[in-house]
């Protein structure tokens, strides 16, 4: 069975070619705006979901779908596309996923959640979750 270890937003992160090791810059916690979002309200910042999968048991390995939900502070939700997790090969596996923007309607907390589909079931399940605070106003000097 495949299992989610962790998932972490930040602005990018890099992976060192010798260790294999990744490098997350500026993880994101609260994004302050000045006004709220004109039209589509989607408000541009590059950013990156990183998370990381491993098998929970080495022994046996796996293959599921994971998906990220946007979930507003109206309890709206903005599904993305489903991405396909392999790990009959390896132990583990990060995922990488670049984002030009996000839905921004209100101000409050936002949640990044993680689904995980395995087998052939329609049911995603949710299997974790990473908040989002975003305020509108002045960004006070110092924060």
Do not use: K
């Amino acid at each position: 069975m495949i299992r989610l270890s962790w998932t972490v937003l930040c602005t990018r992160s890099s992976v060192d070619s010798e260790s294999n090791n990744i490098s997350l810059f500026e993880v994101l916690e609260q994004l302050t705006l000045s006004a709220p979002p004109p039209g589509s309200g989607v408000v541009v910042f590059p950013h990156e979901v990183v998370s990381m999968w491993t098998r929970e048991n080495l022994a046996e390995g796996g293959v599921a779908e994971t998906r990220l939900v946007i979930v507003a502070p109206d309890n709206t939700r903005t599904e993305g596309p489903p991405i396909n997790i392999d790990l009959t090969a390896f132990h583990r596996t990060r995922l990488r996923g670049r984002t030009p923007g996000l839905p921004v309607g209100a101000p409050g907390l936002y949640w990044i959640a993680t689904e995980m589909r395995q087998g052939d079931g329609p049911a995603w399940i949710e299997v974790g979750r990473v908040p989002l605070e975003v305020r509108f106003g002045e960004v006070p000097l110092g924060a």
